[in-house]
């Protein structure tokens, strides 16, 4: 038998024997169920046989080994997945010379190569983000060239894509040679290791094979540094990553810990998982209200941070009142910390520096929640729909960074500047992001605050002059949210893009594909062309 890629044993030949009786259809009972399963292939027999089981009739110990080969089927469906994508990225008709004319047409700087084509093509019926969609491509190639062995692993089921994706990213990009060099390395104990055990042993083998690079891959990295949008979390809440060189993130998670552990020994009666959350806003935005004991000392901030009430200095009120003889000093008048603080309290000058630049957050509420006579949610901008509680307190809070955008559900104003003007004024602007909330291309999620705003049937006339049809005006109906990487799709006649209603838009890809999106609402995006309607052989606009 040649050598597994996993360093597994061969397997002993009764177990053979009863796999093939496990696929020829015999009976499945509890006993030795998970070593007859794992001797099958993962395919459609696998997949048969875990679905004929009597789950409620196992034994407890067998039911964790149906969820590792139910797992095995999954992977083997992600190899197809990924397989089908790079097949994508390498079709003729993404290879199309019309295509390559728009593409030479894009902004100089702007290489839009068949991958992204195709992962433009997927993220609509996927309804995920371009970069994921780009990512299942580079799997496909990955998993068909240098790494083919971890592919066959995934294919096999013996490895879960997360732990494939890890390979991937960590080395799916280097020269062949090294590639291969690493996935020996790594691929035969990756069964016994978590996702981000294979991701340090990736690095550790990447560094062994090529130190050489080092250098150079950490320089690439680090130039990829970022902050991720806010992610939507249950309950109003929101999620960040950040991505930093190792350095930088140990200590700021240090120094974070230092603060939280510091204001426990002082009794602060919240958690460090709470401590260290509050603690990052404090610095980043300065909004809490420190406390400041007679003797210049800066007690801990008692902000618990659900609906607190706030008086009108912004300052956290309740039955937690200062302690005797502390007086209680905004951030923003002391943004230097603790002794910026005290400076400001014993009425010292002090240099504070420059201050934070200010930040403009929208908030969408309609006038029946604001008066409290209905609970609908309101919308923030950039994370979607908060509770009706939440809104209100936001709403009220004149202080703040908060812009209110009151709406009237009843109201069907159109806003219409004809071709007067090219640049939409700004109430017109705001309309339309308000309107759409997100970029109007299928599953992307870049909030309209940051999208160009695009004239879906061109404004000017094409450089030869002629336009095939007639130019759109600066107006509602034909104003849209676009992130940059869709607008220059779009631009370049990749995609094309249609609106029959204001707020309303019908998406074409490369492949044909067409797709109805009504982005500011909770509307689910239509696939058009589907089961039993071919796509057109042009699109009807």
Request: glycine fraction near 10%; include cysteine; charged fraction near 25%.
């Amino acid at each position: 038998m040649p050598d597994d890629p996993l360093g597994r044993a061969a397997p002993d030949p009764d177990d053979r024997g009863r796999g093939a009786a496990v696929a020829a259809g015999a009976p499945v009972t509890g006993e030795g169920l998970g070593e007859r399963l794992d001797a099958m292939p993962a395919g459609p027999g696998l997949l048969a046989e875990l679905e004929a089981l009597d789950l409620g009739a196992l034994p407890s110990f067998e039911l964790p080994e149906v969820v590792v080969q139910a797992r095995r089927v999954a992977a083997r469906a992600h190899a197809l997945e990924a397989a089908a994508a790079a097949a994508l990225a390498r079709h003729p008709d993404l290879r199309h010379p019309d295509l390559a004319a728009v593409c030479r047409s894009l902004p100089e700087g702007t290489a839009f190569v068949h991958a992204d084509l195709a992962a433009a093509d997927l993220s609509a019926r996927l309804l995920v983000s371009p970069g994921e969609a780009k990512l299942l491509i580079r799997e496909g190639r990955a998993y068909a060239g240098a790494l083919a062995g971890t592919g066959a692993a995934l294919a096999d089921g013996r490895i879960e894509p997360a732990k494939t994706r890890a390979i991937v990213q960590g080395a799916g990009d280097e020269p062949a040679h090294v590639a291969a060099a690493v996935e020996a390395e790594v691929l035969p104990r990756v069964a016994g290791r978590s996702v981000r055990q294979v991701r340090a042993d990736v690095a550790r083998a990447l560094n062994r094979v090529d130190p050489e690079g080092a250098a150079d891959r950490h320089r690439t990295a680090r130039a990829a540094r970022t902050v991720s949008r806010p992610r939507i979390l249950q309950d109003g809440m929101a999620g960040l990553w950040a991505v930093l060189p190792a350095a930088d993130a140990v200590r700021l998670d240090g120094m974070l810990d230092a603060l939280a552990r510091r204001s426990r020994q002082a009794g602060d009666p919240r958690t460090l998982d709470q401590l260290r959350a509050d603690e990052l806003l404090d610095r980043v935005l300065g909004r809490t209200a420190h406390l400041v004991a007679g003797d210049g000392t800066v007690l801990p901030s008692r902000r618990d941070g659900a609906h607190e009430h706030h008086d009108a200095f912004g300052l956290v009120a309740g039955p937690d009142a200062e302690p005797e003889g502390a007086q209680a000093v905004p951030a923003e008048v002391a943004p230097g910390g603790a002794a910026a603080a005290a400076d400001a309290v014993a009425g010292r000058p002090r240099d504070v520096g420059e201050a934070a630049p200010r930040t403009v957050v929208h908030l969408t509420v309609s006038l029946a929640t604001l008066l409290g006579a209905d609970d609908a949610p309101g919308d923030l901008a950039g994370y979607g729909p908060i509770d009706a509680q939440q809104a209100r307190a936001m709403a009220l809070d004149l202080g703040s960074t908060w812009q209110r955008i009151v709406t009237d559900p009843l109201s069907k104003t159109v806003l219409d500047v004809g071709r007067t003007t090219y640049r939409p004024p700004a109430a017109l602007a705001d309309h339309v992001r308000h309107r759409d909330k997100y970029c109007t291309a299928p599953g992307c999620p870049v909030p309209a605050t940051r999208c160009d705003l695009d004239h879906t049937r061109e404004y000017h006339p094409p450089p030869d002059g002629t336009p095939p049809r007639p130019l759109g005006t600066t107006c509602a109906h034909n104003l849209g949210p676009l992130c940059r990487t869709h607008h220059r799709l779009k631009t370049a006649g990749i995609l094309r893009v249609h609106q029959p209603t204001a707020g309303e838009f019908i998406w074409r890809t490369p492949t044909g594909h067409a797709f109805r999106v009504r982005p500011g609402t909770e509307e689910p995006t239509l696939h058009l062309s589907g089961p039993g309607r071919p796509p057109a052989s042009r699109p009807p606009f």
